[in-house]
């Protein structure tokens, strides 16, 4: 007989999102000038030129289950239906010649767009 313990399970799935030191940073330098129990929340909703799109605001405001990533100085929260789509993705910073900005790499995603905001599952 198999020991349990070895059997993957949905509920065991990746279900955790990267934050890279360089958006870490440029979250901490946003929150800076915000008041202290402010956050990054990063959502998906629906919508955006591939069908889904990244949506980001600062909110002081936590549900009860909301994912927290605590990184350098740095608070995302992301809610669980967001999470669903979003899971083993990375959020990362991004300064280059067409311009600064967050860009998230998901896995799950089939196509994006340019604009680097907008995917398809």
Not at 89 to 94: P, T
Not at 97 to 104: T, V, Y
Request: contains cysteine; negative net charge; aromatic residues 6%.
């Amino acid at each position: 007989m198999a020991d349990a313990s070895l059997v993957p399970s949905s509920a065991a799935a990746i279900t955790d999102v990267a934050v890279t030191s360089s958006a870490a940073r440029r979250i901490a330098e946003i929150l800076a000038g915000e008041p202290a129990t402010s956050m990054l929340r990063v959502s998906v909703e629906g919508g955006g030129c591939s069908g889904f799109q990244y949506k980001f605001d600062i909110t002081r405001e936590k549900a009860e289950d909301d994912i927290v990533i605590e990184k350098d100085g740095a608070t995302v929260v992301v809610d669980p239906v967001s999470l669903e789509y979003m899971s083993g993705s990375q959020l990362d910073f991004v300064d280059d010649l067409i311009g600064a900005s967050f860009k998230i790499s998901n896995p799950h995603a089939t196509a994006s767009c340019g604009c680097g905001t907008s995917f398809a599952l």
